[in-house]
């Protein structure tokens, strides 16, 4: 037997345990385990009946992702082959599912004759999630044994349901309340008592009454609007429209072309590059997986303001107590009333209780002077952005926090060496840049400066995997990196946007071409919902500050207008009292007009295939100087940086990873036409692409 299952009879019934930590993923020794243990229990005539179960935690998570990309996860049996030697057991076969069952773990459980389950059970098919479907005859036995409508919820959205989900739609036989192993036992037994033999759920029809071709072609149609540019979804149908109208084995057969049709689209591997880029961020070469780290048992931000309250929130949240210190009562309510209003909602859509939420406030502790900071292991400032204010607190904080305490600030522009440098400490200092809203939002941009200490980088890194964020290292030690690797890259993005009007796109074209794409946001909405006074501050003040800057004037038209978005109800477009969807203004589109004349502009008229590329390469090209600068450490970190933080669609994989999908020559190609046109300036093609052009490799290898 293999050391990823155990074997035992019980007075007749055969117990198959799984015991591959941590998921029992289903990896070539679990997979042969279990054919191993079913064709034992099959071939002793003392056996009358034999169930499958897992850990407590995990009953399966499914395929194992050690195994991805090696050549293990070809070794037989396959799932599919343990899974048709179920389909031939002659004895009762029952599954007990304790925790998850997720993906080939769920299809390992519906191969089985019943199923019983804890009340805590989850049970998932997230394949799609991955661009994929279940490929084990998922499609084909879930429909069978829960009602259509239902299985491709499940499968679509690839979200779990829970046991008393599954038990009403028959997919769970029976909810154990005690032991899982003795109810099982107790279960199997009583099926044998009442002389009922195995249920192959392959020999089952449907669940489904109706009219076929309407229920799916509305399906198809339905799935084609919400899920445009995924293919998954679609093919997820029609292997369930395969499940009512043909055989088994033929709907089988379908559904695995089908899953290899999908593992080579450009969705698919973007989503797995999603997956993986995740799962490397906190992995720094110089910064070990065993460096010592610092504990963080209690913490202090400075600022209630919108980032403060969100970040009080997220260490709140995951049971680190915070001091939230302001200059001002009257800041200090505002910031904790923002604070309350903010839990209290989540409990109002019921995704967070009561008791909850008084928990998490009762950790956030109100205060008016930075010496409450004196016992906190981690300081986070989040002040106005100004380098003189911000160096004034850090002056402040080295008198008063304590030794071996992190000192973190949230800018977003400025250079955290210089705040770094007022201290005697700096190499406790380090950024710590969330987003807004700083408890949704995933993205962490881990600065690190020129003296950050390796510990403080890898208990930051350990801290924001804790607080449910994905951090992503921007490294400013060599050189500075304006806006760090998002906000740099940003930038040029929201340039594009401005010429793309001026040469003649309107903004909503542009906001259209960007969505349709799968952008969540196109940037002329984005800009009017931020205010787009911000970034008309900065420039002022840049303008001031060196004769040579310059800026789509464009921009600065809209704002001069008194546009400053939704603020002032009227932006890029204008809005009804209280209500945010823009419309369409014939005022704004005269300023923009004015605007062309006055550089001298004959609007002409831009596709949307131009506008995405402009978009989306303005981006790559700033990422291959970022990543050439080595302020990302690779070229997954900034896809991931877009993937979580900007609203990037997952299944374009970021946009290094989108450049790399499209062929870096061609990319080259149309960075290099754009060169050549307007504005093109700001089009210098980044060395590291011309490159990697040239010897016809990718950013991501
Ligand atoms: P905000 O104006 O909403 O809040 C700042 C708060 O800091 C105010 O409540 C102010 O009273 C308080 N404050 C100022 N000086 C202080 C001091 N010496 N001691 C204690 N409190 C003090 O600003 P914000 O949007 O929360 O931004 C804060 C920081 O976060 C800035 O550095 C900003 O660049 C950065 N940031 C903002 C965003 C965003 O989307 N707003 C995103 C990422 C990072």
């Given at each position: 037997m293999s050391e990823a299952t155990q074997y035992s009879v019980h007075d007749g019934i055969a117990v198959i345990t799984m015991t591959s930590?941590?998921?029992?993923?289903?990896g070539y020794a679990l997979r042969g385990g279990l054919m191993d243990c079913l064709k034992k229990a099959a071939g002793?005539?003392?056996?009358k009946a034999a169930i499958i179960i897992g850990s407590a935690k995990a009953f399966s998570g499914g395929?194992?992702?050690?195994?991805?990309?090696?050549?293990?996860?070809?070794?037989?049996?396959s799932l599919p082959e343990v899974n048709v030697f179920q389909d031939t057991m002659t004895k009762l076969l029952v599954a007990a599912i304790g925790g998850f069952a997720l993906g080939g773990g769920l299809e390992l459980a519906l191969a089985c004759h019943y199923r019983v389950a804890l009340g805590r059970a989850l049970f998932g098919l997230p394949e799609v999630k991955l661009?994929?479907?279940?490929?084990?005859?998922g499609t084909q036995r879930l429909p069978r044994i829960i009602p259509v409508a239902e299985a491709l919820s499940m499968m679509i959205s690839g979200n779990p349901i829970p046991a008393d989900k599954a038990r009403e739609y028959g997919l769970v036989d029976e909810i154990v309340a005690g032991d899982l192993l003795d109810g099982a036992i107790a279960f199997a037994r009583k099926l044998l008592a009442d002389g009922k033999g195995p249920r192959r759920m392959r020999d089952m029809k449907a669940k489904f009454d109706g009219d076929v071709a309407s229920f799916f072609d509305d399906a198809l149609a339905r799935a084609a609007r919400e899920y445009r540019g995924q293919p998954a979804p679609l093919e997820i149908i029609k292997c369930v429209r395969d499940a009512v109208t043909i055989p088994f084995d033929d709907g089988q057969a379908e559904s695995w072309k089908r899953v290899q049709m999908l593992v080579n689209t450009v969705e698919s591997k973007a989503l797995r590059h999603m997956f993986f880029g995740e799962r490397q961020t906190t992995k720094i070469p110089d910064v070990p997986d065993d460096t010592p780290q610092r504990a963080i048992k209690s913490a202090a931000v400075i600022g209630a303001g919108t980032m403060g309250g969100g970040i009080a929130m997220s260490l709140a949240n995951a049971g680190i107590p915070v001091a939230l210190i302001e200059m001002k009562q009257e800041a200090l309510d505002r910031g904790l009333g923002n604070i309350t209003r903010n839990y209290a909602s989540t409990v109002s859509k019921g995704r967070l209780t009561q008791q909850k939420m008084d928990e998490h406030i009762a950790l956030i502790t109100p205060a008016l002077?930075?010496?409450?900071?004196?016992?906190?292991?981690l300081v986070i400032e989040a002040v106005f952005e100004r380098m003189d204010v911000k160096q004034e607190v850090f002056r402040k904080l080295d008198a008063?926090?304590?030794?071996?305490a992190i000192l973190a600030t949230n800018t977003s522009t400025l250079d955290v060496n210089r705040i770094a440098a007022?201290?005697?400490?700096?190499?406790d200092v380090i950024g710590l840049h969330f987003f807004s809203p700083a408890n949704v939002?995933?993205?962490?941009?881990?600065v690190r400066a020129a003296k950050t200490g390796k510990d403080v980088l890898a208990t930051a890194l350990s801290l924001g995997k804790k607080i449910g964020k994905v951090p992503v290292v921007a490294d400013i030690s060599k050189s500075m990196s304006d806006g760090f690797i998002g906000n740099r890259m940003l930038e040029k993005y929201m340039h594009q946007s401005l010429y793309l009007v001026e040469e003649g796109a309107s903004p909503a074209q542009v906001d259209k071409a960007a969505t349709d794409w799968g952008?969540?946001?196109?940037p002329f909405t984005m800009g009017d919902m931020a205010g787009l006074d911000i970034s008309w501050d900065v420039r002022k003040r840049r303008y001031a500050e060196s004769p040579d800057f310059e800026f789509p004037r464009v921009a600065d038209r809209i704002c001069e207008?008194?546009?400053?978005?939704q603020k002032t109800a009227k932006g890029w477009y204008r809005y009804e009292p209280g209500k945010r969807k823009p419309l369409p203004d014939p005022e704004a589109d005269a300023i923009i007009a004015a605007c062309r004349k006055e550089i001298g502009l004959t609007p002409r008229a831009i596709s949307n295939e131009e506008t995405v590329e402009r978009l989306v390469y303005a981006l790559t090209n700033e990422g291959a100087k970022i990543l050439e600068e080595g302020i990302?450490?690779?070229?997954s970190d900034i896809d991931i940086t877009y993937l979580m933080g900007?609203?990037?669609?997952?299944?374009?994989?970021?946009p290094m990873f989108w450049a790399d999908a499209q062929g870096l020559d061609r990319v080259l190609a149309r960075i290099e036409a754009f060169h050549k046109?307007?504005?093109?300036?700001?089009?210098?093609?980044?060395p590291l692409l011309v490159k990697l052009a040239a010897e016809g490799k990718k950013f991501n290898t």
């Amino acid at each position: 037997m293999s050391e990823a299952t155990q074997y035992s009879v019980h007075d007749g019934i055969a117990v198959i345990t799984m015991t591959s930590p941590p998921v029992n993923g289903l990896g070539y020794a679990l997979r042969g385990g279990l054919m191993d243990c079913l064709k034992k229990a099959a071939g002793d005539p003392a056996v009358k009946a034999a169930i499958i179960i897992g850990s407590a935690k995990a009953f399966s998570g499914g395929a194992d992702i050690r195994e991805f990309n090696t050549p293990q996860k070809d070794i037989p049996p396959s799932l599919p082959e343990v899974n048709v030697f179920q389909d031939t057991m002659t004895k009762l076969l029952v599954a007990a599912i304790g925790g998850f069952a997720l993906g080939g773990g769920l299809e390992l459980a519906l191969a089985c004759h019943y199923r019983v389950a804890l009340g805590r059970a989850l049970f998932g098919l997230p394949e799609v999630k991955l661009g994929i479907l279940p490929g084990s005859g998922g499609t084909q036995r879930l429909p069978r044994i829960i009602p259509v409508a239902e299985a491709l919820s499940m499968m679509i959205s690839g979200n779990p349901i829970p046991a008393d989900k599954a038990r009403e739609y028959g997919l769970v036989d029976e909810i154990v309340a005690g032991d899982l192993l003795d109810g099982a036992i107790a279960f199997a037994r009583k099926l044998l008592a009442d002389g009922k033999g195995p249920r192959r759920m392959r020999d089952m029809k449907a669940k489904f009454d109706g009219d076929v071709a309407s229920f799916f072609d509305d399906a198809l149609a339905r799935a084609a609007r919400e899920y445009r540019g995924q293919p998954a979804p679609l093919e997820i149908i029609k292997c369930v429209r395969d499940a009512v109208t043909i055989p088994f084995d033929d709907g089988q057969a379908e559904s695995w072309k089908r899953v290899q049709m999908l593992v080579n689209t450009v969705e698919s591997k973007a989503l797995r590059h999603m997956f993986f880029g995740e799962r490397q961020t906190t992995k720094i070469p110089d910064v070990p997986d065993d460096t010592p780290q610092r504990a963080i048992k209690s913490a202090a931000v400075i600022g209630a303001g919108t980032m403060g309250g969100g970040i009080a929130m997220s260490l709140a949240n995951a049971g680190i107590p915070v001091a939230l210190i302001e200059m001002k009562q009257e800041a200090l309510d505002r910031g904790l009333g923002n604070i309350t209003r903010n839990y209290a909602s989540t409990v109002s859509k019921g995704r967070l209780t009561q008791q909850k939420m008084d928990e998490h406030i009762a950790l956030i502790t109100p205060a008016l002077d930075l010496a409450a900071t004196k016992d906190a292991d981690l300081v986070i400032e989040a002040v106005f952005e100004r380098m003189d204010v911000k160096q004034e607190v850090f002056r402040k904080l080295d008198a008063v926090a304590k030794a071996g305490a992190i000192l973190a600030t949230n800018t977003s522009t400025l250079d955290v060496n210089r705040i770094a440098a007022v201290t005697k400490r700096p190499q406790d200092v380090i950024g710590l840049h969330f987003f807004s809203p700083a408890n949704v939002m995933r993205l962490l941009e881990v600065v690190r400066a020129a003296k950050t200490g390796k510990d403080v980088l890898a208990t930051a890194l350990s801290l924001g995997k804790k607080i449910g964020k994905v951090p992503v290292v921007a490294d400013i030690s060599k050189s500075m990196s304006d806006g760090f690797i998002g906000n740099r890259m940003l930038e040029k993005y929201m340039h594009q946007s401005l010429y793309l009007v001026e040469e003649g796109a309107s903004p909503a074209q542009v906001d259209k071409a960007a969505t349709d794409w799968g952008l969540a946001m196109g940037p002329f909405t984005m800009g009017d919902m931020a205010g787009l006074d911000i970034s008309w501050d900065v420039r002022k003040r840049r303008y001031a500050e060196s004769p040579d800057f310059e800026f789509p004037r464009v921009a600065d038209r809209i704002c001069e207008a008194g546009r400053l978005g939704q603020k002032t109800a009227k932006g890029w477009y204008r809005y009804e009292p209280g209500k945010r969807k823009p419309l369409p203004d014939p005022e704004a589109d005269a300023i923009i007009a004015a605007c062309r004349k006055e550089i001298g502009l004959t609007p002409r008229a831009i596709s949307n295939e131009e506008t995405v590329e402009r978009l989306v390469y303005a981006l790559t090209n700033e990422g291959a100087k970022i990543l050439e600068e080595g302020i990302a450490l690779r070229a997954s970190d900034i896809d991931i940086t877009y993937l979580m933080g900007y609203g990037f669609p997952h299944y374009r994989g970021g946009p290094m990873f989108w450049a790399d999908a499209q062929g870096l020559d061609r990319v080259l190609a149309r960075i290099e036409a754009f060169h050549k046109g307007y504005r093109g300036e700001h089009w210098k093609p980044a060395p590291l692409l011309v490159k990697l052009a040239a010897e016809g490799k990718k950013f991501n290898t």
